[in-house]
């Protein structure tokens, strides 16, 4: 080995050393005729003449192949000391051993990619390299990637490690050995590791004789891995036939990624627009809230000037709704786009099979069922096996009661003629009950106990939801109590503590934007209190000497309904020369007679009578499923008392015919023939929901704010008779539309 450097051609000036190997050295040198760098290759040794031949033939090799990934040869000749040495461009940067590991995985197969151009050229003029290994493989500063020493190209040589076994046997270099060391060069590059790490030469070739092949160690991706198992398989006919077959896998799964990135990057971007999306429905629903708080409050025929503030936050809440479509859209055209690039893109795949099934959930939250059925094959197309069972939908139910060993017989509701009817499913078991599996649905649970009274508990089933009973806050189930025969007084039904939809109804006045709470048990009466009810209750306190709190009905003109007659309380024709009908609901009450008739029959009877809660009266009417009137999702102008419903003169209804319209707990009247006052005042629906659970606000009998009202009349438009529908009106308020029934807690 040369000690110092050589005497070299006047024309070139040494520059220091390059790199040196078993046999050569190469140097950087000053070209001064050129004035250029380029690097100088000789033999560390006095050259044989097999060695002579094997240089010259490398430089005539490197010089045939002109191709940008083969440094190019500039000159041939000899040192002073009768070395031969060629000339070639210098390559500057790191050998693929050295700087591999650090490459990303894109990257690393993107060099293979220009690795093999170069064999792919050479073989082409019959020329074959015989020596590939990441050490003859240089990567530039600029990326550039060249495949260097050439000197094995026409001997039977090679490094052990990546040698073909046909090789190893002494079989010559071919355009299959050439792929073989391709592929344990793409082996190691992929996995870091070398072919045969830790055994000695000898013992490669040994293994190589032997049949054995380079271990695959690491986690790879399955189709390189292919390439990997194909380019060193032990059968050189069962290779690729070509470096160029090799180059064409190569660079399809890299415009596979580079279709890949791009559309990532639209998923991104989609990504993107969907927060906006979001975070402008967030804002919207909270002006909503807020303009609804100020307007709610606001009598009709109060002045423009007072309810501009409200509109003018509706009005940006609509701005925001359109930027949240637009946003959505452009997000859901996004995604779709990258899938266009790139049809397997997962990511794009699980953000579209999200959307769609929030947009599922909330048209079956809507009873939307023909776009619940649109979106379900959405979710299916994109989210593949990971919604497959949540698309099957199903779920369960436990139940517990006070007492315990409740026959449960089981009703599933049907649509049928419009309205939902019952089938019964059979009996179920004895409370309690522990995950018992039902299909999607609406149900009624009817609960039977010898000592207590037959109790209704609906029930909906939504995908993969287990109906426990747990209320919001707790661990335990809430025990359904079942009264005791005798406990309620007549004419009542029991509405169960659990879960509710409220809002949600497009068709709806003045519809809240939507929640699902938790509503404690209550009582409420079967049907809205009559004018003989009151009658009788003006009697009784005629007769107990508290005429100074009577409450009487009256026109708006002050002149009441009722008079003293010779056997007590009788009524007298209104305005129109009417006498309302015993068994009429009462109307043209105001909220504090409301307020006073509850007072009066807590009174007599001992239990805490009030006003319903409008979220009470709302689930007293639609039940758990959000269905839109007490009968299912179909109007008909004869399911109820309204408007529509009269064949002349419009008149109300005596209460004891309200028979279609009966709510899941057996309650009537409350689509149609009668409004009812409510505990709260308008605007304070986000003082009574706390933590998803509604929490009654003290009674403020003080405040001349606007009472909620809520259910249709027997004057009421369709829209108003649906559940959903909520009215409010001044206190003093007296309207032949609005009277009054009432609610006690319970359980």
């Known amino acids: 080995m040369s000690a110092a450097p050589p005497l070299l051609p006047p024309r070139y000036q040494d520059q220091g050393l390059l790199g040196r190997g078993g046999t050569s050295e190469v140097r950087r040198v000053w070209d001064s005729l050129l004035g250029r760098s380029a690097a100088i290759k000789f033999p560390l040794f006095p050259t044989s003449s097999g060695l002579l031949e094997r240089f010259h033939a490398e430089a005539r090799v490197t010089a045939t192949l002109a191709h940008p990934g083969v440094p190019p040869v500039y000159d041939l000749g000899e040192l002073p000391d009768g070395r031969p040495y060629f000339l070639m461009a210098e390559v500057s940067g790191q050998s693929l051993d050295q700087a591999g590991p650090r ?70 270099a071919s355009v299959a050995t050439d792929v073989y060391s391709l592929g344990a060069l793409l082996l190691e590059l992929l996995t870091g590791i070398p072919p045969f790490a830790g055994l000695e030469e000898a013992e490669i070739l040994d293994a190589l004789r032997a049949g054995e092949l380079p271990p695959c160690e690491g986690e790879l991706p399955g189709e390189l891995r292919e390439w990997v198992e194909a380019a060193t398989h032990p059968d050189p006919q069962e290779r690729p036939a070509s470096v160029r077959e090799l180059i064409g896998r190569v660079n399809a799964w890299l415009d596979q990624e580079d279709r890949r990135e791009r559309a990532l990057g639209l998923v991104g971007e989609a990504l993107r627009r969907l927060d906006e999306e979001q975070a402008a429905l967030v804002e919207a629903d909270a002006l909503e809230a807020e303009a609804e708080a100020i307007l709610f409050g606001i009598p009709a025929w109060a002045e423009v000037a007072t309810k501009e503030g409200g509109w003018a936050l509706q009005s940006r809440a609509a701005t925001l709704r359109r930027e949240a479509g637009l946003a959505q ?101 004895s409370t309690p009950l522990c995950e ?148 009429w609901p ?60 009269h064949r002349g003169r419009p008149l109300p209804r005596d209460v004891e015919e309200e028979g279609l319209d009966l709510s899941p707990y057996g309650a009537s009247g409350l689509a149609g023939n009668i409004r009812d006052w409510c505990w709260e005042k308008a605007g304070q629906e986000a003082e009574i929901v706390e933590g998803g659970r509604l929490v009654l606000p003290p009674l403020d009998s003080e405040s001349r704010d606007p009472r909620m009202i809520r259910g249709g009349s027997w004057l009421s438009p369709p829209a108003a008779v649906r559940s959903a529908s909520r009215q409010n009106a001044r206190p003093t308020e007296r309207s032949e539309a609005i009277g009054m029934r009432h609610v006690f807690s319970w359980g």
């Open 103 to 172: 490459l990303p995985l894109r990257r690393k197969v993107d060099v293979f990619a220009r690795l093999c151009e170069p064999v792919a050229f050479a073989h082409q003029r019959g020329i074959l390299h015989g020596d590939l290994k990441p050490a003859n493989v240089m990567i530039g500063a600029f990326g550039e990637v060249q495949l260097v020493d050439w000197g094995s190209a026409s001997v039977n040589e090679g490094t052990p490690a990546y040698l073909a076994p046909e090789r190893a046997r002494g079989a010559p």
């Open 329 to 429: 859209a452009k997000g859901v055209q996004l995604l779709r786009e990258s899938l266009s690039l790139d049809p397997t893109c997962r990511e794009a795949h699980r953000r579209l099979s999200e959307h769609y099934v929030a947009a599922l959930k909330d048209a079956e939250t809507r009873r939307e069922p023909e776009e619940a059925e649109r979106l379900a094959v959405l979710v299916r197309a994109h989210g593949g096996r990971r919604f497959s069972r949540w698309l099957e939908g199903g779920g369960f139910v436990s139940l517990h009661t006070e007492p315990t060993g409740a026959q449960v017989e089981v009703r599933v509701l049907e649509p049928v003629g419009r309205r939902l009817r019952e089938w019964s499913l059979g009996i179920f078991g």
């Open 436 to 583: 018992v599996p039902l299909a999607m649905g609406s149900y009624v649970l009817i609960l039977r106990h010898p000592e207590c009274e037959e109790q209704r508990y609906p029930v909906q089933i939504r995908r993969m939801e287990h109906w426990d009973g747990v209320p919001p806050g707790e661990r335990l189930p809430r025990p359904i109590r079942l009264p005791r025969r005798g406990e309620l007084p007549p004419d009542c039904v029991v509405v169960p503590a659990g879960w509710t939809t409220i809002g949600r109804d497009r068709q709806a006045l003045f519809v809240h934007p939507g929640a699902r709470i938790w509503v404690d048990s209550f009582v409420m009466d079967r049907r809205p209190l009559s004018n003989r009810q009151m009658l009788a209750m003006l009697d009784r306190l005629e007769g107990e000497g508290r005429g100074e709190e009577i409450h009487l009905p009256r026109a708006k003109a002050g002149a009441a309904h009722y008079a003293r007659g010779n056997s007590g309380w009788e009524r007298v024709p209104d305005g129109d020369g009417d006498l309302w009908g015993l068994d």
């Open 586 to 645: 009462v109307f043209s009450v105001d909220w504090w007679d409301a307020v006073a008739v509850a007072g009066w029959r807590a009174g007599w009877e001992g239990r805490p009578w009030r006003l319903p809660s409008e979220w009470e009266r709302e689930k007293a009417a639609r039940g758990v499923d959000g269905r839109f009137f007490p009968w299912g999702d179909s109007f008909d102008p004869g399911f109820c008392w309204m408007r529509e419903s």
